[in-house]
């Protein structure tokens, strides 16, 4: 197995993700807005009862979205400033340039991570015992998202597309599953097609792991989660468009 090219991922983090972070911070708030809005707007109907809900959902969206962003930054970058066109030259692989990716955008929208953390810590559903299985959860689901994001980004054709997909992708992935609500007020027919959606499972456990749902489907819902990952992963190493035709 070929190692992995550390020095190019830090130094592409450095272009992709901390310089729009310096530059462009009003730009970061901005993927804030849906998440803020569904806390807002739960806590209202609600009256607070799904608050906490609500945070884990904000949580899991800001990790979800900074994958699917994905589709449109890859097809932005292969297909605008032809940055694919020079690595394809180099010794970077698919592999590298996926976890370059997702390393800039984790660095991009940690305020956003931060945001999200410090109100679960407030509303006690972070804690010192239940903190690695939530973050590891979150890990996978942004390798999970990104794998997805980088997969479909690199068969677009025009950039003109890339928003409004990744923009379907993001309310199928973010909205529709029970993210921002419990798993088991969704009639059971529905939640078995919604299921294997890598945020149904990530909800599944992050909602269990903060006490919000007590669920036998942990196991399952984490191997799932797994799996998943690293079939997405693989595809789109070896079905993606890496070298343009």
Known sequence: ?????????????????????????????????????????????????????????????????????????????????????????TEISAGDYILALTFSNLIYSSPGILTYVALAIIYHLLNPFNFFPVFMTLLILLLNTSAIGFFIGSLISHVRYSWGIGAIAGTLLTILPPVYYPYYLLPHVIFE????????????????????????????SFTVLVVETVVFYYLSIRFSRWVSK
């Open 1 to 89: 197995m070929r190692p992995l090219k550390i020095k190019f991922i830090l130094a592409f983090a450095r272009f992709y993700g901390v310089a729009p972070l310096v530059r462009g911070i009003v730009y970061v708030f901005s993927y804030l807005t849906v998440p803020l809005a569904e806390l807002f707007l739960i806590y209202m109907i609600t009256k607070g009862e799904f608050v906490k809900f609500a945070v884990d959902g904000g949580l899991i969206t800001v990790i979800a979205s900074n994958g699917l962003a994905f589709i449109a930054d890859f097809a932005f970058l292969r297909l605008e400033l032809k940055i694919q066109d020079l690595l394809v030259a």
């Open 193 to 220: 097609l919604i299921y294997p959606l890598p945020t149904t499972l990530a909800s599944i456990l992050i909602q269990n792991f903060t006490g919000l749902v007590k669920t036998s489907l942990v196991v399952q």
